[in-house]
């Protein structure tokens, strides 16, 4: 950290059972993950009203982050992209915030039961 001169900018906190103080404190999440599953770290920024920048790969991100609606997504790998990306505007990420809450209503707990209950009900018929 020391040589990258990063230290009063990045903070590594240690394990946290509650992460609510540390997406309160957040301004954004970036995800530079080259490969992810169903991301439920992005949902629980979008929760905490925290808005997501993340790598646009072939699965997780792009099925929670609709680009430039809730968040953004970058291609993988560009790094110049992304840095360009991380000074948004504050009435951007308001909007992302707004339309996160709004979004997020597709995995809430009755959805998703929702989901697996016609689910089943399809398996049981075939």
């Not at 404190?25 to 979008?46: C, N």
């Not at 790998?77 to 504050?90: F, I, K, M, S, Y």
């Not at 997020?104 to 009755?110: L, V």
Request: aromatic share 12%.
């Amino acid at each position: 950290m020391k040589k990258l001169q990063a230290e009063d900018y990045i903070v590594f906190g240690g394990f946290k059972q509650d992460l609510t103080e540390v997406y309160n404190s957040a301004w954004l999440e970036v995800l530079t993950s080259q490969y992810e599953g169903f991301d439920m770290a992005l949902l629980e920024a979008q929760e905490h009203g925290c808005p997501a920048v993340s790598y646009d790969i072939n699965y997780g991100p792009n099925e929670i982050i609709t680009n430039n609606y809730n968040g953004r997504l970058i291609q993988a790998g560009d790094e110049t992209a992304l840095v360009n990306t991380l000074d948004l505007r504050p009435a951007m990420i308001e909007e992302y915030l707004k339309n996160a809450y709004q979004s997020r209503q597709k995995y809430s707990f009755g959805n998703v039961a929702n989901a697996w209950h016609n689910f089943l009900q399809l398996e049981e018929i075939i």
